[in-house]
């Protein structure tokens, strides 16, 4: 009688099914890290496993559909899933943003307000007008730009 050696094989297929798993999931990674549209046809091509057995995988399936869809729908070249933005991410983006808008508004204005003061006080100075009769001085040259201080 021959030995019972199907502990054996079950455990070489159970190996296998892990190695080919390994190998489709490595491929879909590198794919979309690349950039490469994902197909199934791409998938099986550079995992050397068949398409059928792709579509019978069900998360590896909805994995690559996913990805499909997310490449179709992209205008430009694909950009792969580690990089693209998620809706969370654009949204704190934009806070910060306008946060930092508000923030360059403010020190506009406060820079306008120091500003005005400045050229207020240079005004009212003795040495911009000529209170006497005597003669006007000869006039300096005019500086174009007033470097106004932190307050």
Known sequence: MRPDNTAR???AAQRR???TRAKALQALRELDRTGVPITFQSVATAA???RSWLYAQPDIRTEIQR???ATRSAPAAPIPASQRTSEKSALARLDIALKRNRELA???QRLRRQ???ALGEHRR???SRNSDDSPPTPAKPHRSSVTIGPC
């Open 9 to 11: 094989i079950i455990a």
């Open 17 to 19: 099914r892990e190695l």
């Open 48 to 50: 050397h496993v068949s």
């Open 67 to 69: 990805l499909r869809q």
């Open 106 to 108: 403010e020190e506009n």
């Open 115 to 117: 500003l005005a003061r």
């Open 125 to 127: 100075s003795p040495h």
